[in-house]
């Protein structure tokens, strides 16, 4: 089975009931169960909650809701990586065996349909065991500064401050989108940052991070600026 995990707990502090507020008409989590629909890579999409709420909309969109989760997968402490690996063993044991799991975040409305499919397929054709979404920084990191204590500046990496921007290396950070895996790596806890993953690249314009009112506004901006580009 290829199962859709999109994780989505009631308890979001710093713009509260984000899951499901909503965003350009619909509530968050619809565009990443629609996306999730469409993209015909799923036998299955299902939401990990602890919340009543959030699974009546999730079901609403077309998503299933089959356990409720558990409270100590449910605080600001948690990991993606042991929800999902819960979720793959409720649904192992209860429902089918999982071969490949997508974890989906409710609050990624830029996600794709074929970026999903294109994850899939570089899982497959990579061997690796796990395929994600990532966009590159749109300044060189190396050249970055931190403001001190005393109100002054100073690189990170002095050593690059000669080198033209064009001369170092990319660097690039998680879109925070969709999570390909194999069911294996999910439930042995293998870090998704690392040799057992290949990189799922996005443009920078298709990703944002909403985590503060500020980035709420911009994203919402950003995609009916991309809604008007298609029509």
């Known amino acids: 089975m290829k199962l859709a995990i999109i994780p989505a707990r009631g308890g979001s502090k710093r713009i509260p009931r984000k899951n499901i507020k ?23 999409i299902i939401v990990s909650t602890d919340d009543d709420e959030i699974a009546e909309v999730a079901r609403a969109y077309g998503a299933e809701v089959p356990f409720v989760r558990p409270p100590e997968l449910s605080d600001d402490h948690t990991g993606t990586i042991p929800v999902i690996a819960h979720a793959i063993e409720w649904i192992s044991r209860n429902v089918a065996p999982v071969d490949l799991a997508c974890c989906i975040y409710a609050t990624a409305p830029f996600v794709q349909p074929g970026d999903l499919k294109r994850g899939f397929d570089l899982l497959q054709k990579s ?14 990191i190396q050249r970055a500064i931190r403001i001190t204590s005393d109100e002054r500046v100073e690189m990170f ?16 950070h998680d879109a925070g989108q969709f999570y390909w895996g194999l069911a294996a790596a999910w439930l042995a806890g293998k ?34 600026a991309m809604q008007v580009q298609r029509d």
């Open 22 to 44: 909503h965003f350009c008409g619909k509530p968050m989590i619809a565009w990443s169960i629609e996306a999730a629909r469409s993209s015909g890579c799923f036998d299955s």
């Open 127 to 140: 061997k690796a065991e796990y395929a994600f979404s990532v966009t590159s920084y749109a300044f060189p």
């Open 157 to 172: 990496s002095p050593e690059h401050f000669n080198i033209r921007s064009q001369d170092l290396e990319d660097a690039f």
């Open 191 to 224: 870090p998704l940052f690392s040799h057992c993953a290949t990189p799922v690249p996005l443009p920078r314009h298709r990703v944002q991070d909403i985590d503060t009112a500020e980035d709420w506004e911009r994203a919402e901006w950003l995609f009916k």
